[in-house]
């Protein structure tokens, strides 16, 4: 298997999230792009997915830019990568622009190719992941890490994504995100 795109995306990630923390957990960030990539991987072995998934928070949460991924991993990752990157809304606080920033999201996802669902869904069950485990041990002290504090809002935003993601519903990544979802944030009868 020739893994010399996946290789390279790693290192470039490695990088770029260089010194950064995973808001909250005490462990170096590199390890959510290197889970996702992990999902990512159960559902496909094509190179630049994965890829995708190593990169997929490098234009949000470091100072990469698009032309950087385009230069460096073509324009198919880059568009990947992108299309994975919450838009920021100029003048308004994080907290303040959550709701529309993640009905964007949910928007773009809804209306996304398969290919880019599948690098969100890494992204997105590796998050699941880290929310699950931390509900069973501290509860709902948990949203306060977040900006936006209320666990229905999460709830609404994470059944959102569920149903942006439902094509894959065939994929063991999928059904374990819809059942962490509903541990999580159970519907009450």
């Given at each position: 298997?020739?893994?010399?795109?996946?290789?390279?995306?790693?290192?470039?990630?490695?990088?770029?999230?260089?010194?950064?923390?995973?808001?909250?957990?005490?462990?170096?960030?590199?390890?959510?792009?290197?889970?996702?990539?992990?999902?990512?991987?159960?559902?496909?072995?094509?190179?630049?997915?994965?890829?995708?998934?190593?990169?997929?928070?490098?234009?949000?949460?470091?100072?990469?830019?698009?032309?950087?991924?385009?230069?460096?991993?073509?324009?198919?990752?880059?568009?990947?990568?992108?299309?994975?990157?919450?838009?920021?809304?100029?003048?308004?606080?994080?907290?303040?622009?959550w709701h529309a920033r993640k009905q964007a999201a949910i928007?773009?996802?809804?209306?996304?190719?398969?290919?880019?669902?599948?690098?969100a869904m890494g992204d997105k069950l590796s998050n699941m992941r880290a929310i699950w485990r931390d509900?069973?041990?501290?509860?709902?002290?948990?949203?306060?890490?977040?900006?936006?504090?209320?666990?229905?809002?999460?709830?609404?935003?994470?059944?959102?994504?569920?149903?942006?993601?439902?094509?894959?519903?065939?994929?063991?990544?999928?059904?374990?995100?819809?059942?962490?979802?509903?541990?999580?944030?159970?519907?009450?009868?």
């Open positions: 298997m020739d893994t010399d795109l996946l290789d390279l995306a790693i290192v470039f990630a490695v990088e770029a999230h260089h010194h950064t923390e995973r808001r909250g957990k005490g462990f170096p960030y590199i390890v959510h792009p290197m889970e996702a990539v992990e999902i990512v991987a159960t559902i496909t072995p094509d190179q630049e997915l994965l890829a995708a998934a190593a990169l997929h928070d490098t234009i949000e949460d470091t100072d990469v830019t698009y032309e950087q991924l385009c230069d460096a991993f073509g324009e198919r990752i880059a568009n990947l990568v992108h299309s994975e990157s919450d838009e920021v809304i100029s003048g308004v606080s994080e907290a303040d622009s928007d773009r996802l809804t209306a996304a190719p398969r290919d880019a669902k599948i690098v509900y069973q041990t501290q509860g709902d002290d948990l949203w306060t890490i977040f900006h936006v504090k209320d666990k229905a809002s999460h709830a609404w935003h994470y059944r959102g994504l569920a149903s942006a993601l439902s094509e894959l519903s065939d994929t063991f990544a999928y059904q374990e995100f819809v059942r962490l979802i509903d541990e999580v944030f159970p519907i009450k009868q």
